[in-house]
């Protein structure tokens, strides 16, 4: 089905951007590479709810060469991941690998609420993931780019 939809913007909406929730858990190792492999393999934008599991080095490879093109952004939700278990603490996502690599993310809430996440608590989290005060212009200058 995400083939069809991105052929189908390939085709009429270069503007499209394909949101997709991957590698939330450690189920699916691979659905953030193939996702990248989607948006590479169709010359699309594409945003990556989670990514707490599977960014490897291929993975990180292929969403530099997108960002070279503005086509990727990841979303990192570290508060919904903490909720469900499926990381033990912020370090273990990959902020810190994404700012070396200039790959744009977001640090925000999947939860519409649930959480009861807040503007501190997502600062708290990225501060443990490796994005400290002195890194986190980088972040928000990433979204207003993709804007």
């Avoid at 690998?97 to 997502?122: A, Y």
Wanted: charged share 25%.
């Amino acid at each position: 089905y995400m083939q069809a939809i991105a052929a189908w913007a390939e085709a009429h909406d270069h503007e499209f951007t394909l949101r997709i929730h991957a590698g939330e858990n450690r189920k699916n190792l691979t659905n953030v590479k193939e996702s990248l492999r989607l948006a590479q393999q169709f010359g699309m934008r594409v945003r990556i709810g989670h990514a707490a599991h599977g960014l490897d080095e291929e993975a990180m490879a292929i969403a530099e060469a997108l960002s070279a093109k503005r086509l990727v952004m990841i979303e990192f939700n570290p508060d919904s991941n903490l909720a469900l278990n499926n990381i033990d603490t912020a370090e273990e996502l990959d902020m810190a690998k994404c700012i070396n690599r200039d790959i744009p993310f977001v640090i925000c809430s999947d939860g519409g609420g649930l959480f009861r996440t807040d503007v501190r608590q997502l600062e708290l989290a990225a501060a443990f993931a490796g994005v400290g005060p002195n890194r986190i212009a980088s972040v928000a200058q990433h979204e207003a780019d993709h804007i």
